[in-house]
């Protein structure tokens, strides 16, 4: 037997990073910003995406890419609120969208015709958070409804995530949840986090949401 | 199993897919903030590495600090006969 090794040190993520940046140059060069939304299950994030494409639909033409283990229900829901920029990604038991799935999803999106790109990724706190999808940023969502220890219990996806969205906050009179612990712990696991406290549901308190994307979307235009 | 997949298509792209029957042994470094389960991938990169075209190659992870997930050496037995 002649066994020789072969010494590679390449990283896992090493194709997914540069499909990754080939994503970010393609968004780049059409000035749209991507942002990853990323929760565990039942966080909010496809009732947020609604209320994002219901009061800014008209304003903008939004770009949905959603993610989902089996069925494509979270994009058939977005998809009243918007006429054709929906694309949904079956992972078939994957745990996270990768950007290999994003070029592809781009590949039926007409970025020339696109303000905003927003990802809906897969209900998980953990595998997203060590996958770039070539995003402006990765939004990390957690709700009222949840512990107020997430930021402390999955920290690699709040220091990866630029902004945080707090959700169901008109549910704190109802449920056992401190959120000066919960903004405390966000804040130590990344003191650069940018906290929104939202009501998707009710569509209150949305209003610094929607102004955070509007400012990105002329930022990005150079209006 | 998304990476143990991924760790497999790095395999076949540096050795190509005739060779990889004569894959004996994969080296990975895992980081403990990589946000990878050790034990999950071990069992995953079990499947991969049971399935043709590789014939049984043993995974070696080493544990490391910090966010490293890299395929870090392969062991290939140019003796081993085909089937």
């Keep these: 037997m002649t066994v ?24 780049s060069r059409h000035s749209v910003p991507a942002f990853n939304l990323v929760s565990s299950p039942g966080s909010g994030k496809t009732v947020l995406l609604e209320r994002t494409l219901e009061n800014l639909g008209d304003k903008f033409s939004i770009g949905v890419v959603t993610g989902d283990v089996q069925t494509q229900n979270d994009a058939d829901r977005l998809a009243q609120y918007t006429d ?5 990604v079956v992972t078939g038991g994957a745990c996270h969208l990768d950007a290999r799935q994003i070029t592809t999803a781009l590949n039926e999106i007409d970025l020339s015709k696109t303000d905003l790109l927003l990802i809906e990724n897969v209900g998980n706190l953990i595998c997203p958070a060590s996958w770039d999808l070539g995003e402006t940023a990765k939004v990390v969502l957690f709700s009222t409804t949840e512990g107020e220890d997430k930021p402390v219990k999955y920290p690699k ?51 610094e949401w929607y102004s955070f994307l509007t400012t990105a979307v002329t930022e990005a235009q150079g209006k | 199993m998304s990476v143990a ?33 050790f034990e999950s991938l071990e069992f995953c990169l079990e499947a991969v590495f049971g399935s043709p075209p590789f014939r049984n190659a043993g995974a070696e992870i080493e544990r490391v600090p910090g966010n490293a997930l890299r395929v870090a050496y392969l062991e290939v037995d140019d003796d081993r006969q085909d089937d």
Excluded: C
């Excluded at chain 1, 054709?84 to 949904?88: C, E």
């Excluded at chain 1, 709040?158 to 549910?171: C, G």
């Design chain 1, 4 to 27: 020789r090794t072969i010494d590679l040190r390449e990283s896992v993520m090493a194709r997914n990073d540069e499909l990754a940046a080939e994503v970010r140059t393609r968004l």
């Design chain 1, 84 to 88: 054709k920029l929906v694309h949904a």
């Design chain 1, 157 to 207: 996806v709040f220091r990866e995530s630029k902004y945080a969205v707090l959700n169901k906050v008109d549910l704190l009179p109802h449920v056992n949840f401190d959120v000066d612990k919960a903004v405390s712990y966000a804040r130590q696991t990344n003191p650069d986090l940018r906290l929104f406290f939202t009501s998707a549901l009710t569509g209150l308190w949305m209003d």
């Design chain 2, 5 to 37: 997949v991924e760790v497999g298509r790095i395999l076949e792209s540096r050795v190509g897919l005739q060779q990889l029957q004569k894959v004996v042994a994969v080296g990975l470094e895992v980081g403990d903030q990589a946000g990878v389960e």
